[in-house]
């Protein structure tokens, strides 16, 4: 999982050097990495036009040339946009580009030698822009490695491998958590506001589910009048910076919620469900789905899907189905958050050779109580960058709510597993870093677990948590 340290501090403002943190998370039992970016380019350095001259005979080349520090060198160039007193960069020669395809060699042009090639974007590889030269604001040393200037003003990723227990990290959310613990700091979550508007959602939609240990949880929320386009580019950015590309405002906004805080949830044209219905159930059979990624699927009785009143939607928990996708043409949807039992997901997304970036997290369990926070955020975010109107509460069904597991936790036990002699309070402390409340009674303490944390589930489970938190090379 690849993670934007810029994205991370929206939770938590942390001072750790990039190495001491890659050294704290490993430590923790996050496998952490510091993430190189590769650029498709070597050997493209920092130059200014000192002058550019039409050449004879040509409507649109110009002679330039070019100062790089060390030396000036003359290069022919076409692009509209090259003038004087402008920094660029420049591919001398020997340099490579598109990926070690194209090799930068002195050239001849209308009699011209040229020493090299002003780049643009597009000819870099840092995006589709190809109309010009790539201008440079601002001051620079000539010369300069052109990879250096680039990597000052992009976001620092690191990237994490995840044990498939510890589902609560998979999101921005979840390892700034345990960054928390590193620092000794509180996380925050920021703030989206939305407005509502009526009618009430449930005279919209009707929510029936059939299997409920399969799907003990399903929310929506409705939001109409939206509007499908572009993407800003904040929120283009912070997507490309984990290396997730931009389809449009309504699932990017989706996706960000999902790499923020690790709930997955999908987004319907309720224009397209029929009878005002959903109905969460197991298949019937063999039934041929045809995907969001246009590939048709059969589904078996092991696969839960989500029908309307006349068809299957979507496959639960994994991926959604074409007849009912978010388009151009969209303009009410229908935001679907629930909760998918990981053994379920897991078997069904193991049939059909699929992984997704939802099945992946609804596979290692997601956090139950944490789904309307999440869809609300979501309603926030669109109704930021699509307009539309929320319509007024919550359709939600949760028939059994879920308690937070509660353990008993006796001192001497955890010490003769790990061979420590940690007191009390130096137990409380490790447990107040992990959210987990406590209870002192007679002989134990009863330790009160966060929901995100399905990993914990028996005594044992919180002596690992302690022995990880007061550092394995304390023991």
Not at 97 to 126: A, D, H, P, V, W
Not at 161 to 178: I, K, M, Q
Not at 358 to 375: G, H, P, V, Y
Request: glycine letters at 6%; charged letters at 30%; proline letters at 3%.
């Amino acid at each position: 999982m690849i993670l934007s340290t810029t994205w991370l501090k929206d939770h938590i403002n942390f001072n750790l050097p990039l190495e001491k943190l890659k050294d704290g998370l490993t430590g923790l039992g996050l496998e952490c990495t510091i993430k190189t970016k590769d650029y498709g380019f070597s050997g493209v350095v920092i130059g200014k036009v000192i002058s550019s001259d039409k050449i004879k005979d040509s409507d649109h080349l110009n002679l330039c040339l070019v100062d790089l520090g060390n030396k000036k060198l003359e290069i022919v160039c076409g692009a509209p946009n090259v003038k004087a007193n402008i920094y660029v960069p420049v591919a001398i020669p020997g340099a490579i580009l598109n990926n070690g395809n194209f090799k930068i060699k002195k050239t001849k042009i209308r009699g011209c030698t040229s020493n090299g090639m002003i780049c643009s974007e597009k000819e870099l590889g840092i995006s589709d822009v190809h109309e010009g030269i790539m201008i440079l604001r601002g001051n620079f040393n000539l010369g300069d490695n052109f990879i250096d200037y680039l990597d000052l003003d992009k976001d620092k990723v690191i990237e994490i491998d995840l044990t498939p227990n510890r589902g609560d990290c998979f999101s921005h959310l979840g390892v700034a958590r345990e960054i928390a613990i590193l620092e000794n700091k509180k996380i925050t979550i920021p703030k989206r506001n939305f407005t509502e508007s009526s009618p009430a959602v449930d005279k919209k939609i009707n929510i029936d589910i059939i299997d409920k240990e399969a799907c003990p949880r399903y929310a929506c929320r409705i939001i109409k009048n939206v509007v499908v386009k572009e993407s800003p580019k904040w929120l283009k950015d912070r997507l490309e910076s984990i290396g997730q590309k931009s389809i449009n405002n309504i699932v990017d906004a989706s996706n960000y919620v999902l790499f923020d805080q690790g709930h997955p949830m999908h987004t319907f044209d309720l224009n397209k469900i029929n009878g005002s219905t959903i109905i969460v159930k197991k298949s019937d059979g063999k039934e041929k789905i045809l995907c969001l990624d246009g590939i048709e699927r059969t589904t078996d009785k092991d696969h839960l899907l989500i029908y309307d009143k006349n068809k299957p939607i979507a496959i639960a928990g994994i991926i959604g189905s074409e007849n009912s996708c978010v388009d151009d043409t969209t303009t009410d949807i229908l935001i679907e958050s629930a909760y998918f039992d990981p053994v379920t997901i897991r078997r069904g997304a193991k049939k059909l050779d699929l992984s997704t970036d939802a099945s992946k997290r609804f596979e290692r369990d997601t956090d139950i109580n944490n789904l309307i926070n999440s869809m609300n955020m979501l309603c926030s975010l669109i109704q930021d960058v699509s307009g539309g109107e929320v319509l007024k509460g919550i359709c939600d069904v949760y028939p059994k709510p879920k308690d937070n597991n509660k353990i008993h936790f006796k001192v001497d036990n955890c010490n003769n597993l790990l061979g420590s002699n940690l007191t009390i309070p130096k137990i409380k402390s490790i447990f107040s870093k992990l959210s987990i409340d406590l209870k002192k009674t007679k002989g134990f303490l009863e330790c009160t677990i966060p929901s995100y944390r399905n990993d914990l589930e028996r005594e044992v489970d919180l002596h690992e948590e302690v022995a990880r938190v007061y550092g394995y090379d304390n023991i």
